[in-house]
């Protein structure tokens, strides 16, 4: 069988269905490395967690859960520079894995100029040189890692940061979710048989098809992830969107294009939408389903993080089963690389 313990370690021999599976212990890890922050980070008036990638999408993730019980505004910020608005007295959130991600260090470093307050997360590199000269807070989290291999780590540090402008036990709620994601690494992990795996049985079912995760907020955070790891993991082309947004557009494409029954709607459900919301995605997953098939995805965990988490996991262990089935080592990201190295021989633009 292709899904079974000894195909996928072939497939993956750099051994990314540990990394995946060690998200619980990562999220532990981060909690830890997170507890100490200075306390002078509750007169934050504004926040902007800054990071690109596998890196970022922490940010994205966490801004998503609190957004309804942060007393402060949280932008994500994935660019070369903060917003216009961004003032002294901000708070920089730096968050890259390697440390060298330039669009990360770019904003910083503006952030820095304009008096901003910084923490800075990472492994080392240059971010790390730069927290140290700006005498600013630096969590180092462990190094040797892709950077989408580590988001436990980087997410785990969050709720520590945000603890004094979000309403709620942050750290409380993630110990707990923590323990549902060790009960579910059970039924998704390798060893576990394709029959009783849902992680085996999705991929199964979105093999030979370009999917597009949906997501309504908080899930369009957890949608994004999804994407990028399908993307990066499974070396396949995937989307992401957001509703009820997509609804006023794509739902068109969905309904009318005979060509849709090549994608496949990926749909990310909560147990605690509200009654509008839930009429809204049952009626868009019908229409959806006019030309394609549709995946309907959902947690059954009793509070919001496990469930947006535990999707997430979800997720990260179907683009790993979708790599064993196309037959491609899930670590390397090689297109990312040559960018890399192509940016780094084209001289900047001038003026």
């Keep these: 069988m292709v899904l079974e313990l000894e195909t996928i370690a072939r497939v993956d021999p750099g051994g990314m269905r540990d990394i995946i599976g060690s998200f619980p212990e990562q999220l532990a890890d981060g909690i830890r490395r997170g507890l100490g ?4 980070l509750a007169n934050a008036t504004r926040v902007f967690i800054v990071g690109m990638g596998g890196s970022g999408i922490a940010g994205e993730v ?7 019980r942060s007393r402060i505004p949280i932008h994500p910020i ?10 002294p007295g901000d708070l920089v959130i730096a968050v890259s894995y390697s440390g060298n991600t330039e669009e990360t260090l770019a904003a910083t470093a503006q952030g820095i100029k304009l008096g901003c307050r910084l923490v800075a997360v990472t492994s080392g590199g240059a971010l790390a040189k730069l927290a140290q000269e700006a005498g600013a807070p630096l969590v180092e989290v462990p190094a040797g890692l892709p950077p989408r291999g580590a988001f436990g780590h980087l997410f785990g540090i969050l709720p520590s940061l945000g603890a004094e402008w979000v309403y709620g036990d942050l750290r409380g709620e993630l110990e707990r979710a923590t323990v549902h994601l060790r009960d579910l690494r059970d039924h998704l992990r390798p060893q576990s048989p394709l029959k009783r795996n849902r992680a085996k049985l999705i991929a199964t079912r979105l093999k030979g098809t370009t999917p597009i995760v949906y997501g309504a907020p908080p899930f369009d955070a957890i949608a994004k992830r999804w994407q990028t790891q399908l993307n990066e993991n499974a070396k396949m082309l995937a989307f992401s969107s957001t509703l009820p947004e997509a609804d006023h557009n794509e739902i068109i494409g969905w309904a009318s294009d005979a060509s849709a029954r090549r994608f496949r709607a990926v749909i990310l459900r909560d147990a605690d939408e509200t009654p509008e919301m839930h009429r809204r995605l049952d009626a868009t997953a019908a229409l959806f389903g006019r030309h394609a098939k549709v995946e309907l995805v959902h947690d059954e ?3 919001l993080l496990g469930r947006m988490l535990g999707t997430l996991f979800l997720g990260d262990f179907v683009s790993l089963y979708l790599a064993a089935l196309r037959r491609v080592d899930p670590l390397p990201v090689e297109p990312i690389r040559e960018l890399k190295e192509r940016l780094k021989k084209t001289p900047h633009a001038k003026g």
């Design 37 to 40: 922050m200075p306390s002078d």
């Design 301 to 303: 965990d009793d509070q």
């Design 78 to 87: 994935h660019d070369y520079r903060l917003p216009s608005y961004a003032k």
């Design 62 to 68: 966490f801004a998503a859960w609190v957004a309804n």
